[in-house]
Nanobody, 124 residues
């Protein structure tokens, strides 16, 4: 059974950078869309970025435009999220997730496999 494992979270000061990674195990995600979501304390889970099965990237948060970049390696079944110029409002748990189809979505309901999440804390 396919599982997703995130890594790379931690505590960072405002203006710093982190690189999150997500690796698949127990299977191959093929042409499924893969996305990053985040959930701030007390808030709902929201989409950050997604790469479709055809390699098209979609970004969903204006607040991270120009600061966050998602990439995907289908040979290694890994995705990364490079996060630069981090701000306290970026604090939250970041999840890697796979859709059962090739198309991207910013709704958590459209994804069927989730990682356990990795915590990011950005201090002022």
């Amino acid at each position: 059974q396919l599982q997703l494992v995130e890594s790379g979270g931690g505590l960072v000061q405002s203006g710093g950078s982190l690189r999150l990674s997500c690796a698949a195990s127990g299977g191959d995600w093929g042409f499924s869309a893969i996305a990053w979501f985040r959930q701030a304390p007390g808030k709902e889970r929201v989409g950050v970025s997604c790469i479709s099965g055809y390699g098209i990237r979609e970004n969903y948060l204006d607040s991270v435009e120009g600061r966050f970049t998602m990439s995907r390696d289908n040979f290694k079944n890994t995705v990364t999220l490079q996060m630069n110029d981090l701000k306290p409002e970026d604090t939250g748990v970041y999840f890697c997730t796979k859709a059962p189809v090739f198309a991207c979505s910013n709704s958590p309901r459209d994804f069927d496999v989730w990682g356990q999440g990795t915590q990011i804390v950005v201090s002022p």
